[in-house]
């Protein structure tokens, strides 16, 4: 990524503001990400060369793309080649207004990607395809029409491996592949068996944040809810939060992510230090305490510099993430965990109940980790993908704050009131719906449980009709099944 533009630019109507550091690391391919506020007309132009000081698009008889965004009184999205416009589309979820909006444009090799929000490579809402690219393209200009535009925060980012899911989106446009569903279902279901918080490392999907590292300016992305809750990372809750580490090599923070991420990492003697100098700034002190080990180790056995072997390091607690908690094997801090859910910082989707309204602030990066069909609802391209609210129907307000609070926790908390068996059994429901199998297999134990404590009882008696009434009004015929399972075997015990 080039320079972070911190400052608030203003660009007059009908002119276009150059700087020599908003250019492509590579010429045809790049990303330009940045927030702007407009009555009408955010204007983008790529061009091989660097404009001059009253520069503007309408005038450039030389070989340009130019995007505006909120044409048409933020009616329409155009795309101009050297003048003439190729693209002219209503709807496409991208305007102007008079408070900031973010957006991010790519280019790869004549594919132009446009998006909304302040992370590139996700939300995509527009794409066009040059089929006589312009590969020559370097340099960003921002532009206007015929009022003042406001830009703030402009990074231009190198696409890497990015621009391969923007290519993706192109080239399965008119597959049906109707005869390869059962097997892609199969193979889907063999990857959610390891499915873990690792699926998120280094991952652009639902990140929030990113890495500028070494001198090569990588960039790596990762979660902010994540990184706070397992040291200290300086990060605030505002648009666009990027982390400068130029002085620090990739292979030094992909080890701090991936321990993080995956419980565990790997490392050469020789990075040990740095790693430790990392994790001491970030705070995350399990990591420190483990690489002091390691360093004590090699001081007192000199051996260990000439075996050439990398040094493992693992969390105290590390198990298989597959149904876990993270308090399993992560260095996360539960308690900090749950005071970010508690006080919503870093929240980037609201729950809403329909007709009762937002009942939550939640982290999408959690929701995932515990429940793959939320992962794939917030990946897939469904609405709530594109979007900062989820709405969910027929789903009891108490049940969905009870899962969340376990997501959050790692416990299964109900208070013993007199609706603590409907709650219980609406939690069971709600867990089976999301595939969230831990979760599931604690209500199933709590139940039994209270079975075999209360059967004998009248009220115990009553409190087993009662939840098995509601029981038959799901008609999730495969969670009945299971459900009447549980309740036989209870049945059965306490007969």
């Known amino acids: 990524m080039e320079k972070k533009e911190k400052k608030f630019l203003t660009v007059a109507p009908f002119e276009c503001a150059w700087r020599k550091d908003l250019k492509f690391r590579e010429a045809g391919r790049g990303c330009v990400a940045f927030d702007a506020f407009a009555h009408n007309d955010v204007t983008v132009v790529f061009r091989e060369n660097v404009g001059s000081q009253h520069y503007h698009y309408k005038r450039d008889n030389s070989p340009h793309y130019t995007v505006i965004i909120g044409s048409h009184r933020n009616r329409r999205l155009k795309i101009e080649v050297d003048g003439k416009t190729v693209v002219d589309a209503a709807g496409v979820g991208l305007c102007c207004s008079s408070a900031f909006q973010s957006y991010w444009i790519s280019i790869y090799d004549g594919l132009i990607s446009i998006g909304k929000g302040r992370y590139p490579f996700q939300n995509l809402v527009f794409q066009w395809l040059d089929s006589n690219p312009n590969c020559s393209v370097q340099y960003?200009?921002?532009?206007?029409?015929?009022?003042?535009?406001?830009?703030?925060?402009?990074?231009?980012?190198?696409?890497?491996?990015?621009?391969?899911?923007?290519?993706?989106?192109?080239?399965?446009?008119?597959?049906?592949?109707?005869?390869?569903?059962?097997?892609?279902?199969?193979?889907?279901?063999?990857?959610?068996?390891?499915?873990?918080?690792?699926?998120?490392?280094?991952?652009?999907?639902?990140?929030?944040?990113?890495?500028?590292?070494?001198?090569?300016?990588?960039?790596?992305?990762?979660?902010?809810?994540?990184?706070?809750?397992?040291?200290?990372?300086?990060?605030?809750?505002?648009?666009?939060?990027?982390?400068?580490?130029?002085?620090?090599?990739?292979?030094?923070?992909?080890?701090?992510?991936?321990?993080?991420?995956?419980?565990?990492?790997?490392?050469?003697?020789?990075?040990?230090?740095?790693?430790?100098?990392?994790?001491?700034?970030?705070?995350?002190?399990?990591?420190?305490?483990?690489?002091?080990?390691?360093?004590?180790?090699?001081?007192?056995?000199?051996?260990?510099?000439?075996?050439?072997?990398?040094?493992?390091?693992?969390?105290?607690?590390?198990?298989?993430?597959?149904?876990?908690?993270?308090?399993?094997?992560?260095?996360?801090?539960?308690?900090?965990?749950?005071?970010?859910?508690?006080?919503?910082?870093?929240?980037?989707?609201?729950?809403?109940?329909?007709?009762?309204?937002?009942?939550?602030?939640?982290?999408?990066?959690?929701?995932?980790?515990?429940?793959?069909?939320?992962?794939?609802?917030?990946?897939?391209?469904?609405?709530?993908?594109?979007?900062?609210?989820?709405?969910?129907?027929?789903?009891?307000?108490?049940?969905?704050?009870?899962?969340?609070?376990?997501?959050?926790?790692?416990?299964?908390?109900?208070?013993?009131?007199?609706?603590?068996?409907?709650?219980?059994?609406?939690l069971l429901l709600l867990s089976d719906k999301f595939g969230i199998s831990l979760l599931h297999q604690e209500c199933c134990k709590m139940l039994l449980e209270c079975l075999s404590e209360g059967w004998s009882s009248p009220s115990g008696r009553g409190s087993y009709n009662k939840s098995f009434s509601i029981m038959h009004k799901f008609n999730g015929r495969g969670s009945r099944q299971i459900w009447q399972s549980n309740w036989a075997v209870a049945c059965e015990a306490n007969c």
């Open 140 to 426: 960003v200009g921002l532009s206007s029409w015929d009022k003042h535009v406001g830009y703030r925060n402009v990074n231009v980012l190198p696409l890497m491996q990015n621009h391969l899911l923007l290519w993706k989106q192109v080239d399965c446009g008119e597959y049906n592949g109707e005869d390869d569903g059962d097997e892609e279902l199969e193979n889907e279901k063999m990857g959610y068996e390891k499915w873990g918080l690792e699926n998120f490392l280094e991952s652009w999907e639902l990140s929030d944040m990113f890495f500028i590292v070494g001198e090569e300016e990588r960039a790596v992305p990762a979660h902010k809810v994540i990184l706070q809750a397992s040291g200290n990372f300086s990060l605030s809750s505002s648009d666009g939060d990027v982390v400068q580490l130029q002085h620090v090599a990739y292979p030094i923070l992909h080890a701090l992510l991936q321990y993080v991420y995956a419980g565990q990492t790997q490392i050469s003697e020789a990075q040990l230090w740095p790693l430790w100098a990392l994790s001491l700034q970030f705070e995350v002190m399990p990591l420190v305490k483990q690489c002091e080990e390691a360093m004590e180790r090699f001081k007192v056995n000199k051996k260990l510099f000439d075996s050439g072997k990398n040094v493992e390091l693992s969390y105290a607690s590390s198990q298989p993430h597959s149904g876990g908690t993270f308090s399993s094997g992560h260095p996360i801090n539960m308690q900090r965990l749950q005071q970010l859910h508690s006080t919503g910082e870093y929240s980037d989707i609201n729950i809403y109940i329909e007709g009762q309204g937002l009942i939550a602030r939640a982290h999408k990066v959690i929701l995932g980790f515990y429940s793959v069909p939320f992962a794939k609802m917030f990946t897939n391209g469904m609405c709530e993908s594109n979007t900062p609210e989820v709405c969910l129907k027929d789903v009891s307000s108490e049940a969905l704050k009870a899962m969340l609070e376990f997501m959050y926790s790692g416990e299964l908390r109900i208070e013993d009131t007199e609706d603590f068996g409907t709650l219980l059994l609406q």
